[in-house]
């Protein structure tokens, strides 16, 4: 008969590792009988818990999972990348999730500022590598919006892929779902009207803008780029920009 034997920590080193706080923290907060296990105040920070119990901190149940994976709609103006442009003060996406409190949260990898929707965020590094590795190939789905007039050749060009400065596209999907002028630019008094096309584009690859450099190599500017999907994860789109939900590994196997 096999046992399960659930590791034992004590539940200071536990409050600093998922709640947030620093180990004196914790501490104190205990002490103030901020802290429940089961239901029970605990006081005594040497009391040692499993992952199966139920903490509370200050009325907040923490997840004693080690590992957290969370889907956000990424709004625009938040950057995903760890090395912002100079002078760029803009908030990161991470920052969403501070009241998580949770250590070595990363996006998986990056959305232009502008750019909005699916936007996997976790702590487990094996799986951020794994998914953005450029041999495992994990298909992104796109929908954008173009400034410009997208034919059947568009679609045969993204097909073939383009020749960029560091790499050749490997072949894309590109589906054109609208194309039609808008009056925005007559609203705008900017005279005629411009014309607009949007189109679902699906890539395999995850270079730096790729997207937008792949429109223009067909005469289209994006002006709107939202993530629809990343593999199997598709965008729930109850999600209002800025909002996440979090994700079980279930979720996860690509
Ligand atoms: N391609 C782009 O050009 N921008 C993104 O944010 C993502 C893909």
Known sequence: MEIAVRKMERIDKILSNYGGVSRAEAK?????GKVKVNGEIVKDSGA???????VELDGRKLS??????FMLNKPAGYISSTEPEPGDTSPNVISLFKKEGIKGLFP???LDKDTTGLLLV???GELGHKLTAPCNHVDKTY???????????AIQAFEKGFDFKEFTSAPARLEILNVGSNDEAIVNGLGTAAVFSTA???ISEGKFHQVKRMFLKVGCEVVELKRLSMGKLVLDESLKPGEYKELTENALSF
């Open 108 to 110: 998986v990898g990056r």
């Open 48 to 54: 040692k818990v499993s992952e199966d119990d139920n």
């Open 122 to 124: 976790t702590n487990d």
């Open 64 to 69: 004693l999972r080690k590992y957290r994976y």
């Open 200 to 202: 679902k584009v699906t």
């Open 28 to 32: 104190v907060l205990l002490k103030a």
């Open 143 to 153: 929908l954008a919006k173009v400034k410009g007039h997208l034919t059947e050749d």
